[in-house]
């Protein structure tokens, strides 16, 4: 594959033009059960070439997902007609790096045959059944593994390689109470076929879903509010776009003029951290070759920086900071890796708060210009370190710059997202608006 890129980007140097090229090879079996049997079987595969060709200042991108001489030549001959119609871009270039970079993680396992495979994954729906005469369905229920590789090679000399395999895992519990119902829904992650936590994803949903079938709503008010690590990460990957560069570009990032600002609470400290020890994957370098490094986006309460691929860095007279974000088919992105968010000056916990431990619609009520959101929640109310109460049917209503003005470190160590790909020490956020009874 490799001599295939290097002759595609020299026929387009040929052309006066600079170019790199992405190529991406994804394997994945999946599988999921209803009412005792498979329901569904999927195995597939796929392959692609894709390249950008920068020339006059002007960007083309085309893609092919047959790698024969025709199909090659009509890719290059399209992506130089589409740089040709363009809008000039100046900022968008070839890096200028060369060498070589590897992240290609491998984990030796036994061989596992696809009758065990069936069969464990018939119990995620099961094994929920048998364990609670209410469950009437496990209506998300899967088992998949997937490997991935990718190769990136520009006409300036860098060139990168990838490789990955994982697996997961996921069930749910519907129950039937005398026609009132609840639901749950859990996964685990995994990068061996031993290491998936079967029982784990089984317990949990279930577990949740007995207690969701005694939710009450609560009066409507001001609330201290404490989020499960993966709650917490939805609201912050709802509004990513408040680290991003491009839509600081865009004018759709509200803290674009806020660099060197207090922005939240001066104990919090928030890392981008692509080689974090826990994370589930580290990530070595971005979609431009360019090696990553952990990136401070805030510092006790003050906005450090933003994410910056090299257009954006180009843009705003800066450097990269290793968070571009391209496929074989698309245009240049930005995207962070693992988020870190660290704190100072513990407090106790209050005697009385809510943990919200599921939430529903939230990118239908979020705003990600003025930071405004409203979402349905679900969770637990805590009272002097006891769980009293399930609560339900109730909405909160919020502004994630004034929740993160306003909140308590009530915790020391990094707790961990379900994919552990975000981790944060515990925070009470004060004075929440809930509307219920």
């Given at each position: 594959?490799?001599?295939?890129?290097?002759?595609?980007?020299?026929?387009?140097?040929?052309?006066k033009a600079e170019?790199?090229?992405?190529?991406?090879?994804?394997?994945?079996?999946?599988?999921?059960?209803?009412?005792?049997?498979?329901?569904?079987?999927?195995?597939?595969?796929?392959?692609?070439?894709?390249?950008?060709?920068?020339?006059?200042?002007?960007?083309?991108?085309?893609?092919?997902?047959?790698?024969?001489?025709?199909?090659?030549?009509?890719?290059?001959?399209?992506?130089?007609?589409?740089?040709?119609?363009?809008?000039?871009?100046?900022?968008?270039?070839?890096?200028?790096?060369?060498?070589?970079?590897?992240?290609?993680?491998?984990?030796?396992?036994?061989?596992?045959?696809?009758?065990?495979?069936?069969?464990?994954?018939?119990?995620?729906?099961s094994v929920v059944?048998?364990?609670?005469?209410?469950?009437?369905?496990?209506?998300?229920?899967?088992?998949?593994?997937?490997?991935?590789?990718?190769?990136?090679?520009?006409?300036?000399?860098?060139?990168?390689?990838?490789?990955?395999?994982?697996?997961?895992?996921?069930?749910?519990?519907?129950?039937?109470?005398?026609?009132?119902?609840?639901?749950?829904?859990?996964?685990?992650?995994?990068?061996?076929?031993?290491?998936?936590?079967?029982?784990?994803?089984?317990?949990?949903?279930?577990?949740?879903?007995?207690?969701?079938?005694?939710?009450?709503?609560?009066?409507?008010?001001?609330?201290?509010?404490?989020?499960?690590?993966?709650?917490?990460?939805?609201?912050?990957?709802?509004?990513?776009?408040?680290?991003?560069?491009?839509?600081?570009?865009?004018?759709?990032?509200?803290?674009?003029?806020?660099?060197?600002?207090?922005?939240?609470?001066?104990?919090?400290?928030?890392?981008?951290?692509?080689?974090?020890?826990?994370?589930?994957?580290?990530?070595?370098?971005?979609?431009?070759?360019?090696?990553?490094?952990?990136?401070?986006?805030?510092?006790?309460?003050?906005?450090?920086?933003?994410?910056?691929?090299?257009?954006?860095?180009?843009?705003?007279?800066?450097?990269?900071?290793?968070?571009?974000?391209?496929?074989?088919?698309?245009?240049?992105?930005?995207?962070?890796?693992?988020?870190?968010?660290?704190?100072?000056?513990?407090?106790?916990?209050?005697?009385?708060?809510?943990?919200?431990?599921?939430?529903?619609?939230?990118?239908?009520?979020?705003?990600?210009?003025?930071?405004t959101f409203s979402?349905?929640?679900?969770?637990?109310?805590?009272?002097?370190?006891?769980?009293?109460?399930?609560?339900?049917?109730?909405?909160?209503?919020?502004?994630?710059?004034?929740?993160?003005?306003?909140?308590?470190?009530?915790?020391?160590?990094?707790?961990?997202?379900?994919?552990?790909?975000?981790?944060?020490?515990?925070?009470?956020?004060?004075?929440?608006?809930?509307?219920?009874?």
């Amino acid at each position: 594959m490799k001599k295939i890129m290097e002759r595609v980007i020299n026929e387009i140097t040929d052309y006066k033009a600079e170019a790199d090229l992405i190529y991406s090879t994804s394997k994945s079996l999946s599988m999921s059960a209803q009412n005792g049997e498979i329901s569904s079987y999927k195995v597939s595969s796929s392959e692609i070439l894709g390249v950008r060709v920068i020339k006059d200042g002007r960007v083309g991108i085309s893609y092919t997902e047959a790698l024969d001489e025709e199909s090659l030549q009509f890719m290059i001959k399209h992506a130089l007609q589409n740089a040709e119609i363009s809008e000039p871009n100046p900022n968008e270039r070839i890096m200028e790096l060369t060498g070589h970079l590897a992240d290609e993680e491998s984990h030796p396992e036994p061989e596992v045959d696809i009758a065990t495979k069936t069969k464990k994954a018939l119990e995620l729906e099961s094994v929920v059944k048998m364990m609670d005469q209410r469950v009437v369905s496990v209506p998300h229920n899967g088992f998949s593994e997937n490997e991935y590789k990718s190769l990136y090679l520009s006409s300036r000399g860098r060139s990168t390689s990838y490789l990955d395999k994982s697996y997961s895992i996921s069930s749910s519990a519907l129950l039937d109470e005398k026609g009132k119902k609840a639901i749950f829904y859990d996964f685990n992650l995994a990068k061996t076929f031993e290491e998936l936590q079967w029982s784990k994803v089984t317990e949990t949903s279930l577990f949740h879903a007995r207690n969701l079938l005694e939710e009450e709503t609560l009066p409507t008010g001001k609330y201290e509010v404490k989020f499960t690590e993966d709650c917490l990460k939805q609201l912050l990957d709802c509004f990513s776009n408040f680290y991003s560069a491009k839509s600081a570009m865009d004018k759709v990032n509200p803290w674009d003029q806020k660099l060197g600002s207090e922005v939240m609470s001066k104990d919090i400290t928030i890392v981008d951290h692509p080689t974090y020890e826990h994370s589930f994957r580290t990530s070595l370098f971005d979609s431009e070759g360019v090696e990553r490094r952990p990136l401070t986006l805030v510092k006790e309460g003050v906005l450090q920086s933003f994410y910056h691929n090299s257009m954006t860095a180009n843009q705003f007279k800066t450097k990269t900071t290793g968070r571009a974000s391209r496929s074989a088919g698309s245009s240049l992105g930005i995207s962070g890796t693992d988020l870190l968010i660290m704190g100072k000056n513990k407090k106790e916990l209050p005697q009385r708060y809510l943990e919200v431990i599921q939430m529903d619609g939230l990118y239908s009520g979020a705003n990600r210009v003025k930071g405004t959101f409203s979402v349905a929640i679900k969770g637990y109310v805590w009272e002097y370190g006891e769980r009293v109460k399930t609560f339900g049917n109730i909405t909160l209503s919020g502004n994630l710059m004034d929740m993160f003005m306003n909140v308590d470190v009530v915790g020391e160590g990094l707790e961990p997202s379900r994919d552990h790909s975000f981790f944060s020490v515990s925070l009470i956020f004060h004075h929440l608006s809930i509307a219920g009874a």
